[in-house]
């Protein structure tokens, strides 16, 4: 399947600084999916976006599905140490598959 | 809360044998994955299962099966394992395919995650 982008691939950043991550893509979809996953468990649903320039907000994490549907992004603000973990965009295909990108691992140093 | 159990957190196999991964969810619904992760290349999916019996290759199908004798059921088979098979594996499943109108359809859930080692 087209693949995705996603960057940066690492960050390592002070508590209380803000992050931010994006994901492309060649073609237009119609749902973008931001999962975390956190060290030594399965990824879990963040937010999910399905309109174009849908901005969404859940508590210190704030997503944007982009005009073009090409693109992504993920804004955490103020940092803290439980955000660690790996940080996967996805995009749904016909059939309710999902692609996934490769990841931004994120480290926090407190 | 949707509950999606994997039966073992970490195997340890030897090259050649044959290795099942199990999977079960709570939430009735009807697609399960399989999925492998690997460092800087994300999720990659193995099969998926629309229904009870059905099956489908994935992206990377190669050297597995999967069997869904019952809907919260998904197993993922390796029938001689090899060392390139070392990795992180993922179970998923999802409520109905169909209408976007229906935005909880299509988002997965997941196991916590098989670790296997193949020697």
């Known amino acids: 399947g087209q693949q995705l982008n996603q960057s940066p691939q690492s960050m390592f950043i002070q508590e209380g600084e803000d992050v931010s991550m994006n994901c492309t893509s060649s073609?237009?979809?119609?749902?973008w999916l931001w999962y975390k996953q956190d060290p030594g468990e399965g990824p879990v649903l963040l937010i999910a976006?399905?309109?174009?320039?849908e901005l969404t907000s859940n508590g210190r994490l704030t997503a944007q599905f982009g005009i073009t549907r090409k693109d992504s992004f993920l804004n955490i603000s103020a940092s803290i140490p439980s955000d660690v973990g790996i940080y996967f965009c996805?995009?749904?295909?016909?059939?309710?598959?999902?692609?996934f990108g490769a990841g931004t691992i994120l480290r926090v140093k407190s | 809360d949707v509950k999606v159990t994997q039966s073992s957190r970490y195997l340890v196999k030897r090259t050649g044998e044959k290795v099942f991964l199990e999977c079960v969810q709570d939430m009735d619904h009807e697609n399960m994955f399989w999925y492998r992760q690997d460092p800087g290349l994300g999720l990659r999916l193995i099969y998926f299962s629309y229904d009870v019996k059905m099956k489908e290759k994935g992206d990377i199908p190669e050297g597995y099966s999967v069997s869904r004798e019952k809907k919260e059921r998904f197993s993922l088979i390796l029938e001689s394992a090899s060392t390139n098979q070392t990795s992180m594996y993922l179970c998923a499943s999802s409520g109905p395919t169909g209408s976007w109108a229906k935005k909880a359809a299509g988002i997965q859930y997941f196991g916590a995650g098989t670790r296997l080692s193949v020697l």
């Open positions: 976006l399905y309109k174009a320039g």
């Open positions: 996805a995009r749904m295909e016909y059939g309710n598959k999902l692609v």
């Open positions: 073609s237009i979809f119609n749902t």
